[in-house]
Nanobody
């Protein structure tokens, strides 16, 4: 069973930075992709950024140029570097890992950006 442990959320002022990490364990088949989603109160969960095992990336328009996703395949860990944070980035951020036989979610980490 794939388990995900997220870390790095917190409270930051607008314009600040945070780095989220998500370490996956129990993976027996290499993931196809790892990514970050977020869900703000009263809104649907949305994709923030994703990266394939080959290094291809995809970002939401709202975070392009500010957020960077990266992956350490050897450690099955995905990172999200978030710069120039805005109050509208406030949400619970969820890690997602997808493989041929699994689609796993982390427990979520709160990111709060104060104005």
């Amino acid at each position: 069973q794939v388990q995900l442990v997220e870390s790095g959320g917190g409270l930051v002022q607008a314009g600040g930075s945070l780095r989220l990490s998500c370490a996956a364990s129990g993976i027996k088949i290499r993931p196809n992709a790892m990514g970050w989603y977020r869900q703000a109160p009263g809104k649907q969960r949305e994709l923030v950024a994703a990266i394939t095992s080959g290094g291809s990336t995809n970002y939401a328009d709202s975070v392009k140029g500010r957020f960077t996703i990266s992956i350490d395949n050897a450690k099955n860990t995905v990172y999200l570097q978030m710069n120039s944070l805005k109050p509208e980035d406030t949400a619970v951020y969820y890690c997602n890992v997808r493989g041929p036989l699994y689609n796993s979610w982390g427990q979520g980490t709160q990111v709060t950006v104060s104005s």
